[in-house]
């Protein structure tokens, strides 16, 4: 697995110690057949290590992904050359930036290290909701995340 991803950078969080008598065969599985299911042992370890990251931190690495939904739902996000920008769909990017201040906002300094990044990113969010948002209201668009509207 690799680590989480939050604002202040990856977190590997530290695997917990397990003994090994479930009696698992060949790569942790419980029987011969790759496509039985998932596998027994690798789902503990995952497990282990969600338990062992703060939840602060796995709250704000889901904060950071209603970020960028709510970017994408504005238009605000690059992509390849060659794949057309998406129209703004403003409904939508509300819905993400309210869950977005819904958590920053509701759990504050309980977020602990996170919340001023989380801060700062729902203040620049709403920044560009409301430059968005005026756009479409004149008619325009938005063609990338350099754009200026001019």
Not at 67 to 76: D, I, R, T, V
């Amino acid at each position: 697995m690799t680590g989480l991803w939050t604002p202040a950078g990856d977190n590997q969080p530290a695997p917990r110690p397990q003994d090994d008598s479930s009696g698992a065969g060949p790569a942790g599985r419980t029987g011969g057949d790759p496509d039985a299911g998932p596998d027994l042992a690798e789902l503990a370890l995952l497990r282990d290590q969600l338990l062992a990251t703060p939840v602060a931190t796995i709250i704000a690495n889901h904060a950071i992904g209603m970020w960028e939904l709510a970017a994408l739902h504005l238009g605000l996000t690059g992509g390849p050359e060659d794949v057309a920008p998406v129209p703004p769909d403003l409904s939508q990017a509300r819905l993400a930036l309210d869950a977005v201040a819904a958590l920053v906002e509701g759990l504050g300094a309980r977020l602990g290290e996170h919340q001023p990044v989380l801060a700062d990113a729902l203040s620049q969010l709403r920044l560009a909701y409301v430059q968005v948002s005026e756009l479409v209201a004149r008619g325009g668009g938005v063609t990338g995340p350099d754009s200026d509207g001019s």
